[in-house]
T-cell receptor, first 113, second 114 residues
Framework: ETGVTQSPTHLIKTRGQQVTLRCSSQ?????VSWYQQALGQGPQFIFQ???????GRGNFPPRFSGLQFPNYSSELNVNALELDDSALYLC????????????FGEGSRLTVL | GQNIDQPTEMTATEGAIVQINCTYQ??????LFWYQQHAGEAPTFLSY????GLEEKGRFSSFLSRSKGYSYLLLKELQMKDSASYLC???????????????FGKGTKLSVIP
């Protein structure tokens, strides 16, 4: 148990739709990062939020966007879903803005048909 | 950008020792991490190296050589529950974003057999 919870755990969408994934960070953690993990691959960094501001982004298009709220919970939004967006989306929290020992949630598995 | 290489799969026998290698190429290196991920579960932190040398943590040890861009994870007295993917991750400073980022390799799937 890492204290990081994500919802929903599984969901199915169709191409072109939009999805919002949610993450509740471990208590006291002010930094959250989101990763996309395709089957058989390592997690790919999407972006990171520190105290409600984005402070790092990987090679993902603008249709991937996020928010971090004052209680440090977070959302990942993906617009105009494509088939290749099917993956496990992992949220990870940590106590400072230098990612290292990340505490991961169990992930949200998205299937795009 | 970063380039992180690790073997795709390895098999080892229960009770044995296994070494999982990781090589990387990056600028602004600021630490190397190893994570364990069981099938269908989230990654969990194993170890962290920022200086050259060996860090030992029970049955697990991790080594780093910054000049060679090389690390390894050593697992001793293998147990069946050690069957998992092992992810090498490099932290570096992204000057464009003004922040540190953690980049993962594709992972090494370790199978421990009786």
């Amino acid at each position: 148990e890492t204290g990081v919870t994500q919802s929903p755990t599984h969901l199915i969408k169709t191409r072109g739709q939009q999805v919002t994934l949610r993450c509740s960070s471990q208590s006291g953690h002010n930094t959250v990062s989101w990763y996309q993990q395709a089957l058989g691959q390592g997690p790919q960094f999407i972006f990171q939020y520190y105290r409600e501001e984005e402070n790092g982004r990987g090679n993902f298009p603008p249709r991937f966007s996020g928010l971090q709220f004052p209680n440090y919970s977070s959302e990942l939004n993906v617009n105009a879903l494509e088939l290749d967006d099917s993956a496990l989306y992992l949220c990870a929290s940590t106590v400072d803005r230098e990612p290292g020992e990340l505490f991961f949630g169990e992930g949200s598995r998205l299937t795009v048909l | 950008g970063q380039n992180i290489d690790q073997p795709t799969e390895m098999t080892a026998t229960e009770g044995a020792i296994v070494q999982i290698n990781c090589t990387y190429q990056t600028s602004g290196f600021n630490g190397l991490f190893w994570y364990q991920q069981h099938a269908g579960e989230a990654p969990t932190f194993l170890s962290y190296n920022v200086l050259d040398g060996l860090e030992e943590k029970g049955r697990f040890s991790s080594f780093l050589s910054r000049s060679k861009g090389y690390s390894y994870l050593l697992l001793k007295e293998l147990q069946m529950k050690d069957s998992a993917s092992y992810l090498c991750a490099v932290r570096d400073y992204n000057s464009g974003a003004g922040s540190y980022q953690l980049t993962f390799g594709k992972g090494t799937k370790l199978s421990v057999i009786p």
